[in-house]
């Protein structure tokens, strides 16, 4: 991978991919920002918001040169988290919603993991859930599951080469794209749940896709 900062590649790319979230940006790039975990860097792949998204990522990059700004036509959210897979930086890659945060230990707490379990490629959970737990079943939308019998997409962190391997997100597949991810992962790498919490999923924000599916 070639090196991209002056001063040498970070640890861990976190990709956030949005759209039309600016009105949420602040809270959960400051998120990133406050990790105690420092050497990582937050790409922020639009998804062709039609808001001032990019303005509020601006006025983060002027102070802070780990995090980037990539923008393309409204792809929809595998593509568009493909399109930050692609431009990763770091040997492992996390995931923050744009409308989610992170606690200040979330990121440290799965460096420390994987760097004292070399073995394990991917890791999933450790979700806090704000508002209704319940989800449609991806399997059979007329019914509802708990998110604790979910992977919970946004909580993946994992090996780098793991991502790259499996060609990223189904492009296919507009709902629980992240479960099917996982199902091709565990096939043929070493997969963990991992359920220290610091990931603070929000589930009522409006819009969003498990909302509108």
Same mark, same amino acid.
Request: proline share 3%; glycine share 8%.
């Given at each position: 991978?070639?090196?991209?900062?002056?001063t040498?590649?970070p640890?861990?790319?976190?990709?956030?991919?949005?759209?039309?979230?600016?009105?949420?940006?602040?809270?959960?790039?400051?998120?990133?920002? #406050?990790?105690?975990? +420092?050497?990582?860097? !937050?790409?922020?792949?639009?998804? *062709?918001?039609?808001?001032?998204?990019f303005?509020? /990522?601006?006025?983060?990059m002027?102070?802070?040169d780990?995090?980037?700004y990539?923008?393309?036509?409204?792809?929809?959210?595998?593509?568009t988290?493909?399109?930050?897979?692609?431009?990763?930086?770091?040997?492992?890659?996390a995931?923050?919603?744009?409308?989610?945060?992170?606690?200040?230990?979330?990121?440290?707490?799965r460096?420390?993991?994987?760097?004292?379990h070399?073995?394990?490629?991917?890791?999933?959970?450790?979700?806090?859930?704000?508002?209704?737990?319940?989800?449609k079943?991806? #399997?059979?939308?007329? +019914?509802?599951?708990? !998110?604790?019998?979910?992977?919970? *997409?946004?909580?993946?962190?994992?090996?780098?080469? /793991?991502?790259?391997t499996?060609?990223?997100?189904?492009?296919?597949?507009?709902?629980?794209?992240?479960s099917?991810?996982?199902?091709?992962a565990?096939?043929?790498f070493h997969?963990?749940?991992?359920?220290?919490?610091?990931?603070?999923y929000?589930?009522?924000t409006?819009?969003?896709?498990?909302?509108?599916?």
């Open positions: 991978m070639p090196d991209i900062y002056c040498g590649n640890m861990v790319s976190v990709i956030m991919a949005s759209y039309n979230r600016a009105q949420y940006l602040n809270r959960s790039i400051t998120s990133f920002i #406050n990790q105690s975990y +420092k050497d990582c860097e !937050l790409i922020v792949v639009d998804d *062709g918001s039609l808001d001032n998204t303005e509020v /990522v601006n006025g983060f002027k102070w802070h780990n995090i980037r990539l923008k393309h036509t409204n792809r929809k959210l595998s593509l988290k493909n399109a930050g897979i692609k431009a990763a930086a770091g040997k492992y890659i995931f923050l919603d744009s409308d989610d945060e992170y606690k200040p230990g979330y990121l440290l707490k460096v420390e993991y994987m760097n004292t070399e073995d394990v490629d991917l890791l999933e959970g450790g979700a806090i859930i704000i508002g209704d737990p319940f989800v079943d991806k #399997n059979d939308l007329s +019914k509802k599951i708990h !998110l604790s019998d979910c992977i919970i *997409g946004p909580t993946l962190f994992g090996k780098t080469e /793991v991502f790259i499996l060609n990223g997100f189904d492009k296919n597949i507009f709902y629980s794209e992240d099917v991810f996982w199902e091709k565990e096939k043929i997969v963990e749940k991992f359920n220290l919490p610091g990931y603070i929000y589930r009522d409006p819009g969003s896709i498990c909302n509108s599916i």
